[in-house]
């Protein structure tokens, strides 16, 4: 098993997603839908996309709204959990909260978004400021791409339908493989493993991207 970048709270965390699942409607993303996919990395906070069905069960938890994002979060039991809510969460993402809704599979009998849906979702936060959580997403986006048996051809079909530019898509997918050097043993053993698999990723993305 790779070693865990995060470790404190993990366990906490994942009983509260199974909790919720039982309790509410959601689409799991971020970083507890990477690992769904992965079995990999575990996350502390949990990601969700919830309609406006759901969102009065959150309420009761005293829900929150980020200052700088139109994103609203509730804390269970000492875990954050952020909640994507249709067309005010919007602006912030790369497409439709009701995309991610409407296009899910079912692992563990929990709701994850496409995980085509999910690399996008996390090249979206390139331009975070917390560096912990860039270098997690790093992680979990090379994982993505390594471990999910991804669609890129599916990727490439998003990307044109929802006119994402290039600097917040592929290329944060070739510069993620690149940085991922310094957290290979996250991700893979060893490095010279890490660099045969980010070398022919890198090669697959610039052929079918026209680089």
Request: net charge neutral.
């Amino acid at each position: 098993m790779q070693r865990q970048f995060y470790s404190e709270r993990a366990d906490a965390s994942r009983e509260v997603l199974y909790r919720i699942t039982k309790e509410a409607d959601f689409v799991l993303v971020g970083g507890w839908a990477v690992h769904a996919y992965t079995g990999l990395q575990r996350s502390l906070d949990i990601d969700i996309a919830v309609d406006y069905g759901s969102v009065e069960y959150f309420r009761a938890y005293g829900m929150q709204k980020y200052g700088s994002m139109n994103v609203n979060y509730v804390i269970i039991d000492g875990i954050t959990v952020d909640l994507f809510i249709p067309e005010f969460t919007d602006k912030d993402l790369p497409f439709p909260v009701s995309i991610i809704l409407s296009n899910y599979v079912k692992i563990d009998n929990i709701k994850v978004v496409k995980k085509e849906l999910l690399l996008l979702l996390k090249l979206w936060g390139y331009f975070s400021n917390d560096e912990t959580k860039l270098n997690k997403d790093v992680i979990d986006v090379v994982s993505l791409l390594f471990y999910s048996n991804i669609n890129l051809d599916e990727v490439k079909q998003y990307i044109k339908k929802y006119k994402l530019e290039r600097r917040r898509t592929t290329d944060v997918m070739i510069e993620y493989l690149d940085k991922g050097f310094a957290f290979a043993d996250f991700i893979i053993k060893g490095t010279e493993d890490y660099k045969a698999m980010a070398g022919d990723m890198k090669k697959r993305i610039k052929a079918l991207f026209n680089y």
